[in-house]
């Protein structure tokens, strides 16, 4: 391991830390916090503070605070959202990038976090970030190691909304389904394709649950990790206790959700080749065949916006039009207020008066 006071490489390459980062990611709900719990749990160190854990997740998030507020900060700016199904969002990422500002900012954090070899940080905002993280590491001499956490989209899905949707109507569940269905795809072939060419690991979350042992040992081995236990052991081990199949508690099909076909078709062989890239991870096969998918995505995508955009102008019209409205109210109530407040200024006897009418008087 080269220390990080050894001689600069002569050819120019930065120093290496002896630090390793291994950048949890995936869509939300994919079992994230369990992948990351897990390996805190075999030595590797979450950066400190982590973010509580709640009612939602009583188990832990095992998420760096300063990064999902970084994340989480910068998407608000942009109007964006974890998985945002617009193809062009990363366009906007990465006008934000051009500036700098996101690089300096994670270089001072990183920085600081160097005194651990092996680091773990998860967030599932972090693929929008790829190259952000990836010219920070490498101008600090880390080893960034990307780990992508996989679930069925019917299952992401209805972990997040098939509570609320199922009491709603048939028209408001194709919407709000659609959109998460297509989100999924869209963030699952971003978080692929930014991971190639570098130490990559894909993980089904049903596979953590059934033999974390068996799962995480082919994580370790192709990235090159090492933990603080041999995973053919079957001795007990903290993990044991934190992981267990009931966990999953979201076990839907495509059968439980309302969206178009073509569009759960797609999800379906995205899936099914994510799946091929968790035992190989660089198959050009599924990469090739990716890259036709995000490219038909993108094609379906922009007929979706041609077609609807009447009804997209219309409900910005009508937006812009009920804001003005509100605006307007509110402004003329604030007139009326200041004129009341200036004739009581003026007459303060009538004032007087006024307090000592029934039901106008101070109330002790």
Same mark, same amino acid.
């Given at each position: ?32 916090? =369990? ?45 964006? %959202? ?15 990038? &051009?500036? *700098? ?10 920085? *600081? ?11 599932? %905002? ?31 899905? *209805? ?22 269905? !297509? ?20 993980? /089904? ?7 974390? $042992? ?20 079957? &001795? ?9 199949? =009931?966990? $999953? ?45 995000? !490219? ?14 009447? %009804?997209?102008? !219309? ?5 812009? /039009? ?40 101070? /109330? *002790?």
């Amino acid at each position: 391991m080269t220390s990080p006071t050894s001689p600069a490489d002569p050819s120019g390459a930065p120093d290496s830390s002896g630090v390793s980062l291994v950048l949890v990611s995936g869509s939300g709900r994919s079992g994230t916090s =369990s992948l990351a719990g897990s390996l805190k749990r075999l030595g590797l160190h979450v950066p400190q503070p982590e973010v509580e854990a709640s009612e939602t997740n009583p188990r832990g998030f095992y998420e760096p605070k300063w990064v999902i507020d970084f994340h989480k900060g910068y998407l608000k700016q942009l109007a964006m %959202h974890n998985i945002d199904s617009r193809p062009d969002a990363p366009a906007l990422v990465a006008e934000l990038a &051009a500036t *700098g500002e996101p690089q300096q900012r994670l270089k001072e954090w990183l920085s *600081g976090q160097l005194d651990h070899p092996r680091l773990v940080v998860k967030d599932p %905002h972090a693929f929008w970030f790829a190259e952000v993280w990836s010219t920070v590491c490498a101008d600090l001499g880390v080893d960034l190691k990307w780990l992508t956490a996989l679930r069925h989209p019917a299952e992401v899905v *209805g972990s997040r909304d098939i509570a609320y949707l199922q009491s709603q109507s048939e028209e408001l569940r194709l919407v709000k389904e659609t959109s998460n269905v !297509a989100g999924w795809v869209n963030a699952a072939l971003l978080t692929e394709r930014v991971g190639r060419g570098t130490a990559r690991s894909f993980i /089904r979350y049903g596979d953590l649950l059934a033999d974390w $042992r068996t799962a995480l040992a082919r994580v370790g081995q192709q990235l090159d990790l090492t933990y603080d236990a041999d995973l053919t052991d079957p &001795a007990p081990h903290p993990v044991d206790e934190f992981i267990e199949p =009931s966990m $999953r508690k979201s076990q839907l099909t495509w059968d439980d959700l309302h969206l178009p076909a073509h569009l759960r078709d797609t999800a379906q062989e995205v899936w099914d080749l994510l799946g091929q890239l968790v035992e190989e991870p660089t198959s050009t096969v599924a990469t090739e065949r990716l890259d036709q998918i995000q !490219a038909d995505y993108a094609a379906r995508y922009a007929e979706a916006v041609a077609l609807t955009y009447d %009804h997209s102008r !219309a409900e910005a019209v009508l937006a812009a /039009r009920k804001a003005r409205d509100v605006q307007r109210a509110t402004m003329q109530d604030l007139r009326r207020q200041l004129r009341e407040a200036e004739q009581r200024a003026a007459h303060p006897e009538r004032r007087s008066l006024l307090d000592r009418l029934p039901g106008r008087g101070r /109330r *002790g």
